[in-house]
């Protein structure tokens, strides 16, 4: 589905995007989305470095955890911090929350602040073309990255008809190289992307069933 979300289906870690008609200019956007990963950076630099005590002090209790935009969401605790955001954007996108779980495990460990060897950000691991397609101006916050990720996630579905496990090789390898062998691309991090991921899912339906 070429046209989903304004979304140009390629290698989402590799290839170039662009995006026309916006209301913020280019240069300014990108000048925001600079800053604030630069910012996203340093907060995850120095909640890292904190020693033990200073974090523990620092964190939420379980039972008060929460999600809001204007937190620094580092000290949640991960299971609770984006339940609430991760099932708003699955209801928006017709989606499994299970799925997007699983999909923030996989990428990121839900550390909002991570960035990979590639480049890709936050939560759901967006490339900065990614988010800029999908006027995200900060990939380091939470709900913005998850509602990003959970529109990409859900034009890939549409794009193979809802075939999981050709949606994930997309995400992880890009839909051209999908495409490209017309399957599940031979590559073993793709692979093992697409198992990890199907794995993670089918624990924490396993574990919510047994709380019922």
Do not use: C, W
């Amino acid at each position: 589905m070429r046209d989903f979300l304004g979304l140009r289906h390629g290698d989402r870690r590799h290839e170039q995007r662009r995006h026309d008609g916006q209301s913020i200019p280019r240069d300014r956007r990108r000048r925001e989305r600079r800053h604030r990963t630069i910012r996203g950076v340093l907060l995850g630099m120095f909640a890292i470095s904190l020693p033990a005590h200073l974090s523990r002090q620092a964190s939420i209790s379980t039972a008060e955890a929460s999600v809001s935009i204007s937190e620094d969401y580092r000290a949640l605790p991960a299971p609770l911090a984006y339940n609430d955001v991760i099932d708003e954007a699955a209801d928006l996108y017709d989606l499994d929350p299970n799925l997007l779980h699983a999909i923030i495990l996989a990428e990121s460990a839900f550390n909002p602040f991570a960035v990979s060897k590639a480049g890709a950000q936050g939560l759901m691991q967006l490339m900065p073309e990614l988010s800029e397609e999908l006027q995200v101006l900060d990939p380091f916050d939470p709900r913005q990255n998850i509602f990003a990720g959970a529109a990409y996630i859900k034009s890939l579905l549409e794009r193979h008809h809802g075939n999981l496990d050709l949606a994930l090789a997309s995400y992880n390898a890009g839909p051209g190289n999908v495409d490209l062998y017309k399957g599940v691309p031979p590559f073993p991090e793709t692979r093992r992307y697409v198992r990890l991921v199907r794995s993670f899912m089918k624990e924490r339906t396993r574990k919510l069933q047994a709380t019922v």
